[in-house]
């Protein structure tokens, strides 16, 4: 049950496109289509932003979109706004009724 | 309007018990797979445990296993989190989340537990 590996930061300049890698295993990330991404704002509850890999909640803009290859999972944001400057987190399911959630991503909007 | 809201949490010492609780609203909680997450100050996320919709499964993170218990009753729309021989690295915001099969919908606002002397 380690957590899945992120890239501390990230940054970008408004109007760019940024992308957020999400590393894990053929136990949970590669096992499963069941990766999820999460923001959070400082002293706020994490949002669930995009689910299955790919899809997104309703609400949340199109400019959030979510892939995977092997066993890493991505979430870019294109057209970086200053709004998205927050924590991202990716999760999988790791089977037998567990989760693991990754190591979280500071994103900067410069 | 889905609603979550924790209670419980507080200061606590090394060994020490407590149990944070959460209310849920908005859904039919009986028909719900429900979760605890948590995050220590200035740290990522960790799932902590899942519970079945009535109850008879139940899963954990390995370092809680032994000493921390989810339940639920579904008659009062509430999730429970026991915590026994709590430990100063069990200190964090623990939040409950609906799990919608495999992934967290909706979350409360999280309960700080502290464990300290």
């Known amino acids: 049950q380690s957590a899945l590996t992120q890239p501390a930061s990230v940054s970008g300049s408004p109007g760019q496109s940024i992308t957020i890698s999400c590393t894990g295993t053929s136990s949970d990330v590669g096992s499963y289509n069941l990766v999820s991404w999460y923001q959070q704002h400082p002293g706020k509850a994490p949002k669930l932003m995009i689910y299955e890999g790919s899809k997104r909640p309703s609400g949340v803009s199109n400019r959030f979109s979510g892939s995977k290859s092997g066993n890493t999972a991505s979430l870019t944001i294109s057209g970086l706004q200053a709004e998205d400057e927050a924590d991202y987190y990716c999760c999988s399911y790791a089977g037998s009724g567990t989760y693991v959630f990754g190591s979280g991503t500071k994103v900067t909007v410069l | 309007e889905v609603q979550l809201v924790e209670s419980g949490g507080g200061l606590v010492q090394p060994g020490g018990s407590l149990r944070v609780s959460c209310a849920a609203s908005g859904f039919t909680f009986s028909r719900s797979w429900m979760s605890w997450v948590r995050q220590a100050p200035g740290k990522g996320l960790e799932w902590v445990a899942n519970?079945?919709?009535?109850?008879?499964?139940?899963y954990y993170v390995d370092s809680v296993k032994g000493r921390i218990t989810i339940s639920r009753d579904n008659a009062k729309n509430s999730l429970y989190l026991q915590m026994n021989s709590l430990r100063a690295e069990d200190t964090a915001v623990y939040y409950c989340?609906?799990?919608?099969?495999?992934?967290?919908?909706?979350w409360g606002q999280g309960t700080l537990v502290t464990v300290s002397s």
């Open positions: 519970i079945k919709e009535d109850g008879s499964e139940k």
């Open positions: 989340a609906r799990n919608d099969g495999g992934y967290f919908y909706y």
